[in-house]
């Protein structure tokens, strides 16, 4: 039983391991990890603004508390000057830290003033938030 326990474990953790296809950086691994977490709340908030999905209250604002958590690691998760081949952040973000830095921390302000209150509320807020994200990406994520 435990043995089983221990194969499926080891199992699950390999395959998150792949999910980045190929990504051997843990540190690397860790941001991307951390900006798909953005990705998927900014995503389940966005169905709920287009009325694609129900409007939930008690949903948005727990989408929004974990993207705040997430936002606040943005410049932990950068600060080490980690590279994989499969990374698409730019070497920039090291010579130019105070900027990249910015970034994240209008991040964090667009989330904090955050109104979940309506479902157009939420489309409002959300562009504000996505204007971070995208301002960001402009600068410092590699274009493909
Ligand atoms: C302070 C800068 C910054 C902000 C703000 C930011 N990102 Fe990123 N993001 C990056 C960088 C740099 C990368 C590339 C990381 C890498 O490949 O090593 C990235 C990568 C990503 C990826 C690809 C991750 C992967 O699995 O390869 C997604 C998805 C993403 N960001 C979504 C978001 C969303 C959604 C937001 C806003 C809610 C956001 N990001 C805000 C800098 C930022």
Same mark, same amino acid.
């Given at each position: 039983m435990l043995r089983t326990i221990i194969i499926t474990v080891s199992l699950v953790a390999a395959t998150a391991l792949w999910a980045h296809s190929g990504v051997k950086d843990p540190q690397v691994k860790a941001r991307m990890d951390g900006m798909d977490v953005l990705a998927e709340q900014t995503k389940i908030l966005g169905q709920m603004a287009k009325g694609a999905t129900e409007f939930d209250a008690a949903k948005v604002q727990s989408a929004l508390a974990v993207m705040a958590d997430e936002a606040d690691q943005v410049q932990a998760l950068f600060e080490p000057k980690a590279d994989d %081949?499969? #990374?698409?952040?730019? %070497?920039t973000i090291w010579t130019e830290w105070d900027k990249f830095a910015m970034h994240a921390d209008d991040l964090v302000a667009a989330i904090a003033v955050a109104?979940? #209150?309506s479902a157009a509320a939420l489309g409002q807020t959300l562009r504000g938030i996505g204007g971070a994200c995208g301002a960001c990406h402009k600068d410092y994520r590699q274009k493909n």
């Amino acid at each position: 039983m435990l043995r089983t326990i221990i194969i499926t474990v080891s199992l699950v953790a390999a395959t998150a391991l792949w999910a980045h296809s190929g990504v051997k950086d843990p540190q690397v691994k860790a941001r991307m990890d951390g900006m798909d977490v953005l990705a998927e709340q900014t995503k389940i908030l966005g169905q709920m603004a287009k009325g694609a999905t129900e409007f939930d209250a008690a949903k948005v604002q727990s989408a929004l508390a974990v993207m705040a958590d997430e936002a606040d690691q943005v410049q932990a998760l950068f600060e080490p000057k980690a590279d994989d %081949p499969k #990374s698409e952040a730019l %070497p920039t973000i090291w010579t130019e830290w105070d900027k990249f830095a910015m970034h994240a921390d209008d991040l964090v302000a667009a989330i904090a003033v955050a109104d979940g #209150s309506s479902a157009a509320a939420l489309g409002q807020t959300l562009r504000g938030i996505g204007g971070a994200c995208g301002a960001c990406h402009k600068d410092y994520r590699q274009k493909n």
